[in-house]
């Protein structure tokens, strides 16, 4: 239930971190960009992968920690020029 409910949060705070970048590209028309042309045709791609873990470390003696993390275990970024 917690790693859902984790999951769900990182979810909502990605969409919240892409929203405004998706409005102001709705707003400016392509008649108001002016790119070069050597870019014409370049694409650009991310694939990441994360991982979710939850559980306690043993610590020294009787002792344990709890931990609740996420991590970017690989991540690729991939320009294409067609």
């Not at 409005?23 to 994360?50: C, I, Q």
Request: aromatic letters at 12%; a positive charge.
């Amino acid at each position: 239930m917690k790693k859902c409910v984790m999951l769900l949060v990182a979810g909502i705070f990605l969409f919240q971190m892409l929203q405004p970048a998706m409005v102001r590209a709705e707003e400016k028309s392509d008649k108001d960009l002016k790119v070069d042309k050597s870019l014409d045709g370049l694409s650009f791609s991310v694939l990441s992968y994360f991982d979710y873990s939850i559980g306690k470390k043993p610590g020294s003696g009787d002792t344990s920690t709890d931990y609740n993390e996420f991590r970017l275990t690989r991540g690729y970024f991939t320009a294409r020029k067609n």
